[in-house]
């Protein structure tokens, strides 16, 4: 039996969420963009467990993050647009559709604000230990 087809709408909360990942996005790209001409020609690409880095390619890399969470982020908002594919552990039913639907949604919109702000994370201390202004 196919799950039903309903359209979640999305409260201020979950607006907030969307917002706030898009925020961050763009928040990236500046950095990248701001910091860019600063920056040495070799920067660090890689880093091992205690932070240091370990390997060193060239300056261009520093937009590959950017490029991947932009894309992971409209991916996963796509993905969002079609809550009764998703696998559930329980048998969606016309009653318990929408509970089930803003639930797995929800979670979906948290697991790319937290990959965004990773992300983030990771392009900022690339562009400090590179030497930039981050």
């Not at 860019?36 to 520093?62: M, R």
């Not at 969470?69 to 594919?85: D, Q």
């Not at 979670?107 to 965004?116: A, D, E, N, S």
Request: charged share 15%; net charge positive.
């Amino acid at each position: 039996m196919a799950n039903p087809k309903i359209k979640i709408l999305l409260t201020p909360f979950d607006k907030a969420i969307e917002s706030l990942c898009w925020l961050l996005i763009i928040s990236i790209w500046i950095l990248v963009f701001v910091n860019y001409p600063k920056l040495p020609d070799i920067i660090p690409i890689h880093f091992d467990l205690s932070g240091n880095a370990d390997g060193f390619g060239a300056k261009e890399n520093l937009f590959a993050l950017p490029i991947v969470i932009t894309i992971l982020a409209i991916g996963l908002s796509f993905l969002n647009k079609f809550p009764h594919i998703f696998n559930y552990m329980a048998a969606i039913t016309p009653g318990n559709a929408i509970r089930q639907y803003t639930l797995a949604t929800r979670f979906i919109r948290f697991l790319k604000l937290g990959t965004v702000i990773i992300f983030g994370m990771i392009v900022f201390g690339m562009i400090r230990s590179a030497g930039g202004n981050a």
